[in-house]
């Protein structure tokens, strides 16, 4: 799925574990209560999407774009957050245990 734009799609719901989206436009999309365990989401676009409840344990969004993204509740235990745009986004009640958050 590398490169591709699914913006304003829905993956409510849907297991997407080990999905490899490098660099995907997900702008706007519907990713509430997925399972993206272990997920390649590096550089992808994800502004303003909605992650709310979303489960992304050890997943690496390096270089991502979730800028205005819901990530209430979401669990981002053990993932790579270096260099992610958080500007603007839902942090509510979000599990960070053992993210990386480095900013470059």
Same mark, same amino acid.
């Given at each position: %799925? ?9 993956? %409510?719901?849907?297991?997407?574990? /080990? ?9 706007? #999309?519907?990713? /509430?209560?997925? +399972? &993206? +365990?272990?997920? !390649? &989401? @590096? ?11 979303? @489960? =992304?344990? /050890? #997943?690496? &969004?390096?270089?991502?774009? =979730? ?8 669990? &981002?235990? @053990?993932?790579?957050?270096? /260099? +992610?745009?958080? *500007?603007? #986004? ?8 053992? #993210? !990386?958050? *480095?900013? @470059?």
């Amino acid at each position: %799925m590398s490169g591709f734009g699914f913006s304003g799609c829905s993956f %409510m719901f849907s297991n997407l574990s /080990g999905v490899r989206a490098v660099n995907c436009k997900l702008v706007d #999309a519907n990713l /509430g209560c997925c +399972v &993206l +365990v272990g997920a !390649d &989401l @590096r550089e992808a676009d994800l502004t303003s999407a909605h992650l709310n409840v979303a @489960r =992304l344990t /050890g #997943a690496d &969004l390096q270089g991502a774009d =979730l800028s205005n993204a819901n990530l209430s509740l979401a669990n &981002l235990e @053990r993932t790579n957050l270096k /260099g +992610v745009n958080f *500007e603007n #986004a839902n942090l509510e009640h979000a599990n960070l245990f053992g #993210a !990386d958050l *480095e900013y @470059r």
